[in-house]
């Protein structure tokens, strides 16, 4: 069985109100199971147990407002259900090893050297390379105003695209060796923004010949319009024959997409993967040659 469907269901829940208070039973009643059930399933699936997913969420927002507001840190605090600053400090401490106060000097004015700095598009982004039908239509970056966890996300975007049916990507090669025969998950975090055609990630599988082996990329359950952060996976299969690996996110027509935390990692064989099958059953003889049926 994917849990999926039911781990988005619930995370867009607490994107959604991550300035209330909320529980582990509250969440669970979301997906409709025990929370025991369910604290399982998401620490399965999302790498985190549910509690420290609020957190960090709770502090990777409180990081943006320190960067990007003069919100003072107690009001910050308290907009994020902290129960003092002390214990907001502790917390923020804990991922940025910085307490906040320090983390918005020093934070401020390296954001403001960087943006002195004007790089080219290839040299945003190490390891990615953009591609796709019409690569030069789109714009791929660092987004460090945006992000899920951290200080940075990567990003997306359309800038000059005229027709349905252009798309770019922002992605990645590597060698299939370390995972021959075994089951592989591609997960992340996934923002959008206007997207007209539709977004997601995609991961393929290549022989040497390069044949493709498995291959998804979410256009069965495309992500679409304005979306808030939320965690989406491919699961394929590498055949003992692979050679590649590719992956990266997708982006087909205008609009925006940000994404974070990507993550590789084996499963066993109970999770189900999410191969795309193009190929069609072979008939016997031909069918409905008069057109009646």
């Not at 840190?73 to 002390?86: G, N, P, R, V």
């Not at 922002?170 to 996934?190: C, H, N, P, T, V």
Request: aromatic share 12%; net charge negative.
């Amino acid at each position: 069985m994917s849990y999926s469907p039911i781990i988005q269901k619930t995370i867009q829940y607490i994107e959604n109100h991550l300035q209330t208070n909320l529980s582990l039973d509250g969440v669970a009643k979301q997906a409709g199971f025990s929370k025991y059930h369910y604290h399982r399933i998401f620490q399965r699936e999302v790498g985190v147990s549910i509690s420290e997913y609020i957190r960090y969420r709770r502090i990777a927002n409180a990081a943006n407002l320190l960067l990007y507001t003069d919100k003072k840190i107690i009001d910050i605090a308290l907009l994020y259900c902290f129960e003092s600053q002390e214990a907001f400090t502790r917390s923020f401490k804990q991922y940025y090893r910085l307490p906040p106060g320090q983390y918005r000097k020093i934070m401020s004015k390296l954001l403001f050297q960087k943006e002195e700095i004007k790089l080219k598009n290839d040299q945003l982004l190490k390891g990615w390379i953009l591609s796709g039908s019409h690569p030069s239509h789109y714009e791929m970056g660092i987004d460090r105003e945006v992000f899920h966890k951290g200080n940075a996300s990567g990003y997306l975007k359309s800038v000059t695209v005229e027709e349905i049916g252009e798309f770019a990507t922002m992605m990645q090669e590597f060698k299939a060796d370390k995972y021959l025969g075994k089951r592989l998950k591609l997960s992340g975090f996934i923002k959008t923004k206007g997207v007209e055609g539709f977004c997601g990630l995609w991961m393929r599988v290549d022989d040497h010949l390069h044949d493709v082996l498995q291959f998804d990329n979410m256009s069965n359950r495309p992500i679409k319009g304005d979306n808030e952060w939320n965690h989406y996976a491919i699961v394929l299969d590498v055949p003992e024959n692979s050679a590649v690996i590719a992956f990266g996110v997708l982006l087909s027509g205008k609009g925006h997409v940000w994404v974070d935390e990507i993550a590789f990692e084996e499963v066993d064989n109970h999770t189900p993967t999410t191969n795309i099958d193009f190929t069609s059953e072979l008939l016997d003889e031909p069918v409905n040659l008069s057109f009646e049926e």
